[in-house]
């Protein structure tokens, strides 16, 4: 029973462990999903940057045509937004990247948190075997108790019977001897 005890003990022992591990993976979660909603609104505002610079672009592209004599202001316009915009998409790849990495990360953690949480399943069914043991090593030991105090009962009561069986001979065995020696006395007296 001790050492199904030990066992139990240590159960709970990995149990605490698990929790604390699996607190720990929850936090780590949290963190990641903050990230990647940090990240969706950097590619949102990215987006936003991409659209309004198309529109200047194209707000661009509109003017050179209706002031010709502005032209070169205007194709530096458009190189301008041009660079920006491609810096915006550079931006919005890198952005695309992180958020993914962010999800790829997150979906481990997330693998991870479950197994530790089926970890935990077994460890759990493991003490609720454990402690069904002891309850039967209990009830066999207690079992074993009765049947220990039936037989030393039925013991006494034998040892009980055995005495008085004995005296029942030995007062049987003594009138037997009286009988013996008043026939003997009588067969004396009839030689006589």
């Given at each position: ?36 909603q ?43 937004a ?34 530790l ?7 759990q ?15 066999r ?41 008043a026939?003997?006395?009588?067969i ?5």
């Amino acid at each position: 029973i001790r050492a199904l005890q030990d066992e139990m003990r240590q159960a709970d022992e990995n149990i605490s462990k698990l929790n604390k591990e699996r607190k720990n993976q929850e936090e780590q979660n949290k963190k990641l999903t903050e990230d990647l909603q940090a990240a969706e609104e950097q590619n949102l505002a990215a987006n936003k940057l991409k659209a309004k610079l198309m529109q200047s672009l194209e707000d661009s592209e509109q003017t050179m045509e209706r002031e010709k004599r502005n032209r070169a202001d205007m194709d530096k316009n458009k190189r301008k937004a041009e660079g920006e915009l491609k810096i915006a998409q550079e931006t919005l790849e890198e952005l695309n990247k992180s958020k993914s990495d962010a999800e790829n990360a997150l979906r481990r953690k997330e693998t991870e948190l479950h197994n530790l949480g089926m970890k935990l399943e077994d460890e759990q069914a493991a003490v609720a075997k454990l402690q069904k043991g002891i309850q039967q090593d209990e009830a066999r030991v207690k079992d074993l108790h009765d049947q220990l105090a039936d037989e030393k009962d039925a013991r006494q009561r034998a040892d009980r019977s055995r005495a008085d069986q004995q005296a029942e001979y030995d007062e049987l065995t003594e009138q037997l001897e009286d009988q013996a020696r008043a026939t003997a006395a009588q067969i004396e007296l009839g030689k006589k």
